[in-house]
């Protein structure tokens, strides 16, 4: 699996699965999928621009946290400490109530689909049963494993999605005219959403970690670390695409309006039901099922290497320590708090103070890891090389990554305070 000096795989070694795909798969859950689906329904294919826009803002993200692994040999977490003690002091108390609330919301989302197809199982039964599914798949499986694991899922959730976007016929004048930015009166803040969540939050800084467990660990595989992130994220692009197709041809003209959060999915199960008979939205929830599932295992998996990371240097391990690595003592610790103690929200209100405290730290996240990766890729002293360095194209992207970012952090930061507080 060795690159040449050029850092070009063997022809044949194309068709091998890399973590982007991971990091998409695990980025794109219910809840970009029900966004999307209402930015299709409510505005037709005016917002596609956005999509677009997202899409590459993505990739200049994942490709920057590549990049810094492959050149500096350092994990994105070393890069963030050597920035300052601040950075540790933010990033501890964020992934710790991130995996708590994220466990909870991840185990309600998959269990949405399997309770619409079967409804006589209570709703907390499924939501349990696939936080413990994670919880195996991730324990006792190594990474390779895990990459399979969500091809399987990508590949059952993007021929659902995209043949649903076939069925309904897009309307392709109106989709090319789509591309040309125009921002509708009352829908700047959501335009905006749209362009920031198309695929992934704190599993975007996860990349690198993956890229170690994959064995793409030098600079000799940088052409092929950009390679699978763009290809990965422009299969994101048409899978979120398709969901825009959904929402302009058959949501809108079915005049349904979509719920909030994941439920809105089961909004358009039923629209689906009704246009093109039960197998067609049976085969949606099949799709949805995988969306979210493999958002589960991909946090399970990669999430649980950036703590485990953070620990094992919070605690003078270093990076290369095997309690630091993979199915070390921390990374198991940290599927063990994915999994159990969410379990808990599941029965109660979640509490108000807590939820809260995610708002207000997840709204941070984006920008932080935008901000971050400026210093890192830029400043010699961060140990990037020369010849890896940004160039000005990229330093721009990341300036308005940026301030997109802390746009959407301010919004959702207000949102989480107001919903807290109701």
Same mark, same amino acid.
């Given at each position: 699996m060795e690159p040449d000096a050029d850092g070009n795989l063997p022809p044949q070694k194309w068709k091998i699965i890399g973590p982007g795909l991971v990091v998409a798969a695990t980025g794109v859950g219910?809840?970009?999928?029900?966004?999307?689906l209402a930015a299709g329904s409510r505005y037709g294919y005016?917002?596609?621009?956005?999509?677009?826009?997202?899409?590459?803002?993505?990739?200049?993200?994942?490709?920057?946290?590549?990049?810094?692994?492959?050149?500096?040999g350092k994990t994105i977490f070393e890069g963030w400490r050597s920035l300052g003690k601040w950075t540790v002091w933010y990033f501890g108390p964020y992934i710790l109530i991130w995996g708590i609330v994220y466990g909870a919301s991840a185990m309600s989302s998959t269990a949405l689909p399997l309770a619409a197809l079967f409804p006589g199982i209570p709703l907390w039964v499924f939501a349990i049963a696939t936080g413990l599914a994670g919880f195996v798949?991730?324990?006792?499986?190594?990474?390779?494993?895990?990459?399979?694991?969500?091809?399987?899922?990508?590949? +059952?959730?993007?021929?659902?999605?995209?043949?649903?976007?076939?069925?309904?016929?897009?309307?392709?004048?109106?989709?090319?005219?789509?591309?040309?930015?125009?921002?509708?009166?009352?829908?700047?803040?959501?335009?905006?959403?749209?362009?920031?969540?198309?695929?992934?939050?704190?599993?975007?800084?996860?990349y690198g970690y993956w890229l170690r467990e994959k064995g793409w660990a030098t600079p000799r595989f940088m052409r092929v670390m950009r390679i699978d992130n763009t290809m990965a994220y422009v299969m994101t692009g048409i899978f979120?695409?398709?969901?825009?197709?959904?929402?302009?041809?058959?949501?809108?003209?079915?005049?349904?309006?979509?719920?909030?959060?994941?439920?809105? +999915?089961l909004d358009l199960n039923r629209v689906l039901e009704e246009r093109y008979g039960v197998v067609?939205?049976?085969?949606?929830?099949?799709?949805?099922?995988?969306?979210?599932?493999?958002?589960?295992?991909?946090?399970?998996?990669?999430?649980?290497?950036?703590?485990a990371d953070f620990w094992g240097n919070f605690r003078g391990k270093g990076s290369d320590h095997p309690d630091s690595r993979a199915h070390g003592k921390y990374f198991r610790f940290y599927i063990l708090w994915l999994t159990f103690p969410p379990m808990l929200l599941l029965?109660?209100?979640?509490?108000?103070?807590?939820?809260?405290?995610?708002?207000?730290?997840?709204?941070?996240?984006?920008?932080?890891?935008?901000?971050?990766?400026?210093?890192?890729?830029n400043v010699k002293k961060y140990g990037i090389p020369d010849e890896w360095r940004n160039k000005w194209y990229t330093n721009l992207a990341l300036v308005i990554t940026a301030l997109l970012f802390i746009s959407l952090g301010v919004?959702?930061?207000?949102n989480s305070i107001m919903s807290a507080l109701k």
């Open positions: 219910a809840a970009d999928m029900v966004a999307t005016m917002l596609l621009w956005a999509v677009v826009v997202g899409v590459i803002l993505k990739i200049v993200l994942v490709e920057g946290a590549g990049r810094y692994s492959l050149a500096t798949l991730v324990w006792f499986n190594r990474y390779a494993v895990f990459e399979k694991i969500t091809a399987v899922l990508v590949l +059952l959730m993007f021929i659902t999605i995209v043949g649903l976007a076939v069925i309904a016929v897009p309307n392709i004048p109106d989709m090319l005219a789509g591309l040309i930015p125009r921002l509708p009166e009352d829908g700047i803040l959501y335009t905006l959403a749209l362009a920031g969540g198309v695929g992934g939050t704190i599993t975007l800084a996860a979120v695409l398709s969901m825009l197709i959904v929402g302009a041809e058959v949501v809108s003209v079915a005049g349904v309006t979509i719920s909030a959060g994941d439920k809105g +999915l067609i939205g049976k085969a949606f929830l099949v799709g949805f099922f995988g969306a979210a599932f493999s958002s589960v295992i991909g946090v399970w998996n990669g999430v649980s290497l950036m703590f029965m109660l209100d979640q509490p108000i103070g807590l939820v809260l405290a995610y708002g207000v730290l997840g709204a941070l996240f984006m920008p932080f890891l935008a901000i971050t990766l400026l210093p890192l890729l919004y959702q930061l207000i």
